[in-house]
T-cell receptor, first 116, second 115 residues
Framework: GAVVSQHPSWVICKSGTSVKIECRSL??????MFWYRQFPKQSLMLMAT?????????EQGVEKDKFLINHASLTLSTLTVTSAHPEDSSFYICSANPSGTYNEQFFGPGTRLTVL | GDSVTQMEGPVTLSEEAFLTINCTYTATGYPSLFWYVQYPGEGLQLLLKATKADDKGSNKGFEATYRKETTSFHLEKGSVQVSDSAVYFCALPGYSGAGSYQLTFGKGTKLSVIP
């Protein structure tokens, strides 16, 4: 149980295009999902907290107009990188917090984005 | 605010060596504590956790004991294998408002085990 999937696993796109990444909780409902960005030296940066049915809460320094988050259902959150540039190339990881619990976060396998 | 300080790597060990990765934290109250593992090219997986002081979490031969007096949660394994090569993250949850709980991560420690 408690499986989180991400799609796509990897994506290559041209500079200036937009890319959508999906995060799904497969066997549980998640009121809250989180989006992280992992840099080459492995540190994880929390980008935003996504709450079902409401606006995402972005961490300081994260551009909300560039990284659009939608959490339209209890099992799906999407991150759209708009007008992507090479500096947006990174490993994006989502996690989901099962509804009715706290502390627990289950992570997706990550999405490798490369912007040419 | 909450913070996690984790031993910096990389750490390279021979197979069957003893492993310790240090983790200390600062937090309000007595949160749960977690160790996550990330294998190459994958997302994070929960390795073990402890929910209160003096609890010992264990999984796959790894152990960590929640020490309130030293605010530590060091990860140990008696005999590492090549398959343990991964990045290990210490983490603690904290209430971030609006009913959500964020995880504060250490910077991660990369472990490489050589045959």
């Amino acid at each position: 149980g408690a499986v989180v999937s991400q799609h796509p696993s990897w994506v290559i796109c041209k500079s200036g295009t937009s890319v959508k990444i999906e995060c799904r909780s497969l066997d549980f409902q998640a009121t809250t999902m989180f989006w992280y960005r992992q840099f080459p030296k492995q540190s994880l940066m929390l980008m935003a907290t996504s709450n079902e049915g409401s606006k995402a809460t972005y961490e300081q320094g994260v551009e909300k107009d560039k990284f659009l988050i939608n959490h339209a259902s209890l099992t799906l959150s999407t991150l759209t990188v708009t007008s992507a540039h090479p500096e947006d190339s990174s490993f994006y990881i989502c996690s989901a917090n099962p509804s009715g619990t706290y502390n627990e976060q289950f992570f997706g396998p990550g999405t490798r984005l490369t912007v040419l | 605010g909450d913070s996690v300080t984790q031993m910096e790597g990389p750490v390279t060990l021979s197979e069957e060596a003893f492993l310790t990765i240090n983790c200390t934290y600062t937090a309000t109250g007595y949160p749960s504590l977690f160790w996550y593992v990330q294998y190459p090219g994958e997302g994070l997986q929960l390795l073990l956790k402890a929910t209160k002081a003096d609890d010992k979490g264990s999984n796959k031969g790894f152990e960590a004991t929640y020490r309130k007096e030293t605010t530590s949660f060091h990860l140990e394994k008696g005999s590492v294998q090549v398959s343990d090569s991964a990045v290990y993250f210490c983490a603690l949850p904290g209430y971030s408002g609006a009913g959500s709980y964020q995880l504060t991560f250490g910077k991660g420690t990369k472990l490489s085990v050589i045959p």
